[in-house]
């Protein structure tokens, strides 16, 4: 029996890095994996999963092993309800980060739009909202819309893990020796699909820059 430790970092870390090189791990045999209520979606196809009593996640917790070789598993069975999906992110932890613009941009969304993520995430008034869903409810929802659309977070990530495009957003710094445009569209794009993203400095894209790579991926 494989006794996984506890995760408690970020969920972009734990969808691209830590269940796939788990997965990878286990090779077959028994094992257990903890991390957070109702993350069990992610590890049931090879482990047994228990919950931690965490609530929030640990910011700069990642594995060691950040490019080392893993296992991903395409998640999601494609419920094809809406083809757009945003991901208007409003965790407090990372405010500075998070898109003020929803108002000018929900009056050039296409039609077929739903809000995903919890509910501390932000509801847009023109979308339908989706938030709040199970885990695995979320990744169908996600993996048979067309494109994921949001400023860069775990909830990206999950749509890429899901082989669902994305439409992201972010800063050009470089963390572990690469920008968040290259994580995107190469270090955590296990399945091939297809990025937009924007690179704007302040985190706030002009709303027609978001609509036009829409489009393009539409």
Not at 97 to 103: E, G, K, L
Not at 171 to 185: A, D, I, Q, V, W
Request: hydrophobic share 40%; charged share 25%.
């Amino acid at each position: 029996m494989i006794l996984f430790p506890p995760w408690y970092g970020e969920l972009g870390w734990e969808v691209m890095v830590w269940a796939p090189r788990c997965r990878l791990q286990a090779d077959g045999r028994a094992c257990t994996v903890t991390s957070f209520v109702g993350m069990d979606a992610l590890y049931g196809d090879f482990a047994t999963f228990c919950s931690h009593d965490r609530v929030s996640r640990n910011d700069g917790e990642f594995p060691v092993a950040y490019r080392s070789p893993t296992l991903h598993k395409r998640y999601g069975n494609p419920n094809k309800r809406c083809s757009v999906l945003i991901h208007a992110r409003g965790i407090t932890r990372k405010r500075h980060y998070n898109y003020t613009r929803w108002a000018e941009l929900s009056r050039d969304l296409p039609e077929s739009c739903a809000v995903i993520g919890s509910k501390d995430d932000a509801a847009i008034a023109t979308c339908e909202d989706l938030r709040g869903l199970p885990l695995q409810d979320l990744m169908d929802i996600i993996a048979g819309a067309r494109v994921v659309v949001g400023v860069s977070s775990g909830v990206m990530h999950l749509a890429a893990a899901c082989g669902t495009d994305v439409v992201a957003w972010g800063y050009s710094k470089t963390h572990f020796g690469e920008t968040l445009e290259k994580r995107y569209k190469e270090t955590w794009n296990p399945h091939g699909v297809r990025v937009e993203w924007i690179t704007a400095e302040d985190w706030q894209p002009e709303p027609r820059r978001i609509t036009k790579a829409i489009e393009r991926m539409l």
